[in-house]
């Protein structure tokens, strides 16, 4: 699900390249491009437009896998579209789950969000960490849905004994993500690219941890074969980074590219959180992986 989104369309891809499956895709595209996808190649994939949030969506096919990634993850399109947001988050995922309880797949993926621990002291971040996070502010459609559809993973495997896990991915980043989304890697693309400056909110000394997404997904399919049933998943690598780190290593990569200018931060950014980095030991235990280095 969510074939078109970020993530997905570079599973997809994979799949495209690997042709060693039948692969069935879903999307509504209301974030994900309907064009994005347009070359590939294998006559095993299947892509279709439903809204994973509709009672119809998963009607007809039966799965051994399942990659749950439909949601509304960049901040841009999820205050656009708030209410759609919490329908595919929780309703979504209800849906997927009721589908695994009546057709059986090996193992389901359910692709939660590292914004689901909110603004933590406890860096780095572990999976047990209950998270700390509002319930009325302008994020709390995609973090607060996130939570509630975990909830619904784990009473669904304790009550059906659905195989599933949850994953947490910690700032994906790589080929496939749209240069308007909104966040910060796109944004700072997109300033490169000519388009204007890179803007910090802020004094810049917020961090993240930036994974690339082919250690995402070799960390997220490692999950999805030999992860532990009801359990949750870092996806992502250590290496935290302030912003204001990031606009100087891409300052010295492009020859003082791209001009970055620093702003009193806005209203919408108040709740979002000033420190991000993964707790990533329990993935690389079923998922012994090199990881890159965004310096590198």
Known sequence: TGSHGFIGSYLVRMFDYLDVCDVHGIDNFIAGKKDSLADIRSNRIYLRDLDIASEYALISKKADYVLHAASIAAPMFYKR????????????TWNVL???VKTKPLSVVHFSSSEVYGSTA????????????????????YDESKRLSETLCATYYRQHGVPVKVVRPFNIYGPGMRLDDGRVIPNLMSALLGRGVFTIY???SDTRS????????????????????????????DMEMSLRELGRLAQATFDGAPTVEYIKAAEAREDAPRRRRPDVSKVLKIAPTPIHDLKS
């Open 202 to 204: 802020g004094d810049g």
């Open 122 to 141: 406890q860096i780095p971040t572990v999976e047990h960490y209950w998270g700390h996070t509002s319930f009325t502010g302008k994020r709390a459609v």
């Open 98 to 100: 009721d589908w695994a």
């Open 210 to 237: 930036y994974c690339y997404v082919s250690d995402a997904v070799a960390q997220i399919l490692s999950v999805l074969l030999d992860g532990v049933d009801g359990e949750a998943y870092n996806v992502g690598c």
């Open 81 to 92: 579209h708030p209410l759609e947001t919490v329908r595919a988050n929780v309703q979504g």
